[in-house]
């Protein structure tokens, strides 16, 4: 099963831009990446998924070399309410496990 | 509408008891997970039902007995508390997708605190 490895925290200010990297030099050929959102006293939230190149939705980006190596969740002009963990994860399209890493605490300050 | 809704939110109890998790999903999911958060915000996979049938079931003690009555329900059973049992244990749900990996949606989570 591939692992992840990601920064265990990030500081940032209101209005930048916020990029996390997340390792899996060992991801299958069917695997997907995943990131998930986790606020204090809540279940993770999924952000966005993928698979290569870069996808985007209304929330984050994601950027993923053709390598498949690692992967980048960008956050465009975070705020305050962006302070969280932020979890990377690869799994198998259609199953598998999933497992989840030690997770990214975000801080966002003023 | 909660989508994952587990009860209770907070239990505290004596070491040796025995405890139950309930959770219910009602996004027509066929396939429920337990996780278990502990405090350094690992997340692990302790248990997954498809469709009521037990499909992983991780290096966990015999006291955790999940039981699932139908796909929409995923309850834990914890026989014989232990002081290394108090954690977060979230239950989530998933449905099997055209394209890409399962997307799991969590509930809040019941924070076990085992004295």
């Known amino acids: 099963l591939a692992k992840t490895t990601q920064p265990i925290s990030m500081d940032s200010y209101e209005g930048q831009e916020v990029n996390i990297t997340c390792s899996h030099n060992n991801i299958a050929t069917n695997d997907y990446i995943t990131w998930y959102q986790q606020f204090p006293s809540q279940g993770p939230r999924f952000i966005i998924q993928g698979y290569k190149t870069k996808v985007t939705n209304e929330v984050a980006s994601l950027f993923i070399p053709a390598d498949r190596k690692s992967s980048t969740l960008s956050l465009p002009r975070v705020s305050l309410s962006d302070t969280a963990v932020y979890y990377c994860l690869v799994s198998l399209d259609q199953g598998g496990k999933l497992i989840f890493g030690q997770g990214t605490e975000l801080s966002v300050k003023p | 509408d909660t989508a994952v809704s587990q009860t209770p939110k907070y239990l505290v109890t004596q070491m040796g008891n025995d405890k139950s998790i309930k959770c219910e999903q009602n996004?027509?999911?066929?396939?429920m997970y337990w996780y278990k958060q502990d405090s350094k915000k690992f997340l692990k996979i302790m248990f997954s039902?498809?469709?009521?049938?037990?499909?992983i079931n991780e290096t966990v003690p015999n006291r955790f007995s999940p039981k699932s009555p139908d796909k929409a329900h995923l309850n834990l059973h914890i026989n014989s508390l232990e002081l290394g049992d108090s954690a977060v244990y979230f239950c989530?749900?998933?449905?099997?997708?055209?394209?890409?990996?399962?997307?799991?949606?969590f509930g809040a989570g019941s924070r076990l605190t085992v004295l």
């Open positions: 996004l027509g999911h066929d396939t």
């Open positions: 039902y498809n469709n009521k049938e037990l499909i």
């Open positions: 989530a749900s998933s449905q099997r997708r055209d394209t890409g990996a399962n997307v799991l949606t």
